[in-house]
């Protein structure tokens, strides 16, 4: 099956035997093959080869054929709240004025915009996703659409859920814990324990904000203030003198299953951490500098070994779910990353933060028959990673 878009084409591998050919295959960031050819069956990738096949082939044409993009990190449910909350009243104000709205909507809203988001996405080539959901609504928008990736059901609070996860070959089931700072170390390990006993990735956005980072460190300020209004005791979290990575490592959370997200408050000790245990990290850099006019430390992280991903968080925080959107922005903002990086951030790196490396991320031996081919013109080693970042 093909979908066109303005710049963009879609190819989902059948089941018969195909080869499909185009003026460059980008097997993976690093490895680009001029005038080349995939071999698939059975809707996996067989072999990719140099030179032109002498079978009959489907011929693309001068542009590149590249792994699909993976949005490791969105909250599709919220959808609905595009265009509509101001950034510059600071991240709390936005906080409750997205609660308010989300709450005010009708089911039906959240449902349709949900679906469109799901659309767009499809057509922009991102078709691998990690959608966040407390609501649960956008769980079986994401089975019929087609896309593929993990559905993480968020809790926060202290009530301990019981909740089915599922590891399937489409999309698989899992759960999230909201953050460090709203939710129980009881209800964390406990979500972590759930899904680490299907082998499914386990999600939190952890270091997002100054007040988490206050309550974690010191036990008081507003955060703690607004726990013990709602009659929250907190007295019992082993918090105090730590930062929300190491207070979520002290909790055993950390490990190669773990998805931390966001990630704008962390130093050296804690990005050592997360390195050491191998844990996923997904950053939302259009996001973040929307809600916090700060973006996250990725050269730093990078020179520490770990291999972030790309989410785009919600439409209520930034213009689209789009992770081409998503690299160009990350290449303006950050001049000392090169392409081959931002690229492995939109794929194999957000294939790995979904556990899902041996199925997509590359354009390999072993891996599902899907890829996308951008169609464009006067291409050379030199140009080819710049033009498909900004998708021109």
């Given amino acids: 099956m093909i979908l066109n878009s303005k710049k963009l084409i879609r190819i989902k591998g059948s089941r018969k035997r195909e080869l499909h050919r185009a003026g460059w295959i980008m097997k993976d ?3 680009l093959i001029e005038n ?3 071999e698939i069956e059975n809707g996996l990738i067989r072999s990719v080869h140099k030179g032109r096949p002498e079978e009959k082939s489907v011929d693309h044409g001068p542009g590149v054929l590249m792994p699909p993009l993976v949005n490791a990190h969105l909250h599709l449910e919220l959808s609905a709240l595009k265009n509509s909350l101001p950034f ?7 906080v409750k004025l997205l609660l308010e709205k989300r709450d005010a909507m009708g089911k039906e809203e959240l449902i349709k915009a949900a679906q469109n ?3 767009d996405l499809l057509e922009s080539g991102t078709l691998y996703l990690g959608d966040v959901s407390t609501l649960g609504i956008s769980r079986q928008l994401m089975e019929d659409s087609g896309l593929n990736g ?9 009530d301990i859920p019981g909740v089915l996860t599922l590891k399937n070959d489409s999309v698989s089931f899992s759960v999230a814990g909201h953050a460090p700072h709203t939710s129980s170390p009881q209800l964390l390990m406990a979500l972590k324990k759930c899904a680490a006993s299907k082998t499914l990735p386990f999600s939190i956005h952890v270091a997002e904000s100054d007040d988490e980072s206050e309550f974690i460190r010191d036990k008081k300020g507003e955060w703690a203030n607004f726990l013990t209004a709602r009659g929250i005791d907190f007295s019992s979290w082993d918090i105090g003198s730590k930062t929300p990575v190491s207070y979520i490592n002290d909790l055993g959370l950390l490990d190669s299953s773990t998805l931390a997200v ?7 000790k804690d990005m050592d951490l997360l390195a050491l245990s191998n844990t996923k990290v997904c950053l939302c850099p259009r996001s973040n500098w ?10 730093k992280m990078i020179q520490k070994g770990i291999q972030p991903a790309l989410g785009t968080d919600s439409l209520a925080s930034c213009a689209s779910l789009n992770i ?4 160009a922005f990350v290449q303006k903002s950050y001049q000392g990353l090169d392409p081959e990086t931002i690229i492995a951030m939109g794929t194999i790196n957000g294939a790995r933060a979904l556990g899902l490396e041996n199925v997509t991320g590359t354009l390999s031996k072993g891996k599902k028959a899907q890829f996308l081919y951008l169609p464009l013109k006067g291409l050379n080693k030199q140009n080819l990673l710049q033009r498909i970042i900004l998708n021109e």
């Fill in 262 to 268: 966001h990630l704008l408050n962390v130093n050296e």
């Fill in 88 to 94: 510059d009243k600071g991240f709390k104000h936005w």
């Fill in 324 to 327: 081409f959107d998503e690299m």
């Fill in 36 to 38: 080349g050819y995939l």
């Fill in 150 to 158: 993990v559905f993480f059901r968020e809790f926060l609070g202290s």
């Fill in 117 to 119: 988001s799901l659309q």
């Fill in 29 to 31: 960031a690093h490895t």
């Fill in 290 to 299: 929307n809600l916090h006019k700060k973006l996250p430390d990725i050269e």
